[in-house]
């Protein structure tokens, strides 16, 4: 083979590798594009889901407090302190309901259907229920202690945190919506999976999650 055929064939092999070698690199740049992509992905998620917890954690306080208050004003009889509690207790009833869908919406977008109907029905329609309880011994003046509602908003303030605390591992897992199954190592999820955590799993160097 002369010169010329030697030539011609490290011609032919470099312009393969510059070939292999752009498309390695265009396929590298790409992973790294999508992985920074779903990085923002998940600390938008994450930041959407704890606000969602943070104003409906403040709704709650606001109106489990304002309804004890209001249920401690009525126990000491004090026609002045009842009506100051009253318009505390309304105005955070108010509050509540205006933002109820929003919180509501809010928690299907951030977690799931359950969430939203599990925050309906062991806290908004629990806190329902002891608040027109409350208010018949307000309208009536049917003497009582109060001392059953007093224990069961007791109960409700104890479920309400544990349900918030729960939502928070939730985020902290990042079992939220969009963000399930980050690092399956699956066909379907393999965009998804940086270079530098498959190595990691590789050689044991992190834990599954």
């Known amino acids: ?18 070939v292999l070698g752009a498309a390695v690199g265009a396929t590298l740049q790409h992973r790294s594009w999508k992985h920074q992509h779903w990085e923002r992905l998940r600390k938008d998620r994450a930041r959407a889901a704890l606000a969602t917890v943070e104003r409906a954690s403040e709704l709650i306080d606001k109106r489990l407090y304002r ?16 009506e100051a509690a009253r318009k505390e207790y309304q105005s955070a009833v108010y509050q509540w309901m205006d933002n109820l869908g929003r919180t509501k919406a809010e928690l299907w977008t951030s977690f799931d259907r359950w969430t939203a109907v599990s925050f309906e029905e062991q806290l908004h329609d629990r806190f329902a229920r002891n608040g ?31 349900f918030m605390q729960n939502l928070l591992g939730r985020i902290q897992r990042e079992e939220i919506s969009g963000l399930q199954g980050r690092h399956e190592l699956s066909y379907r999820n393999w965009d998804n999976l940086s270079s530098a955590f498959l190595w990691a799993r590789l050689f044991g160097v992190m834990p599954s999650r």
């Open 1 to 18: 083979m002369g010169e010329v055929g030697v030539n011609f064939i490290f011609l032919i092999l470099s312009l393969g590798l510059a």
């Open 67 to 82: 309804q004890q208050r209001l249920l401690w004003a009525i126990r000491r009889r004090d026609s002045l302190e009842i």
């Open 132 to 162: 027109r309880r409350i208010e018949v011994v307000l309208r009536t003046g049917w003497g009582t202690s109060l001392s059953d509602e007093e224990k069961d908003l007791n109960r409700l303030g104890r479920s309400a945190y544990q």
